[in-house]
């Protein structure tokens, strides 16, 4: 059974930083998250999930949500099979449940979501102005 688990999310100011973390465990034919395109998304209260940022499996091209460029940072440590997104200058709007999508198509860094093959439950990061 395949689980992908988000971290890092918590309760900040207007300004501060967090670091997501995204692992997986149990992937398909003994792969690991290193091989798979990793994407960020976001849903607020009320609203639809959107991408934040994406990354592909080397690491080798990243994409950003206009809301996310310049402030966010997606990483990856394939030694530790850990997908990251620093998010730095953190406003009230990024008040959201962030997800992180594994996609198997390792080239792949997609904006879509139903690129992506297995999902975690998400971590609520909630920024008070």
């Known amino acids: 059974q395949v689980h992908v688990v988000e971290s890092g999310g918590g309760l900040v100011q207007a300004g501060d930083s967090l670091r997501l973390s995204c692992v997986a465990s149990?992937?398909?034919?003994?792969?690991?998250?290193?091989?798979?395109?990793v994407g960020w998304f976001r849903q607020a209260p009320g609203k639809n999930l959107y991408y934040a940022a994406a990354?592909?499996?080397?690491?080798?091209?990243?994409i950003y949500a206009d809301s996310a460029e310049g402030r966010f940072t997606i990483s990856r440590d394939n030694a530790k099979n850990t997908v990251y997104l620093q998010m730095n200058s953190l406003k009230p709007e990024d008040t959201a449940v962030y997800f992180c999508?594994?996609?198997?198509?390792?080239?792949?860094?997609?904006?879509?979501?139903?690129?992506?093959?297995?999902w975690g439950l998400g971590t609520q990061v909630t920024v008070s102005s």
């Open positions: 990354i592909t499996a080397t690491g080798d091209r990243t």
């Open positions: 149990g992937l398909p034919s003994g792969r690991a998250l290193s091989s798979y395109a």
């Open positions: 999508g594994a996609n198997r198509i390792g080239t792949v860094a997609s904006i879509s979501s139903s690129d992506y093959d297995y």
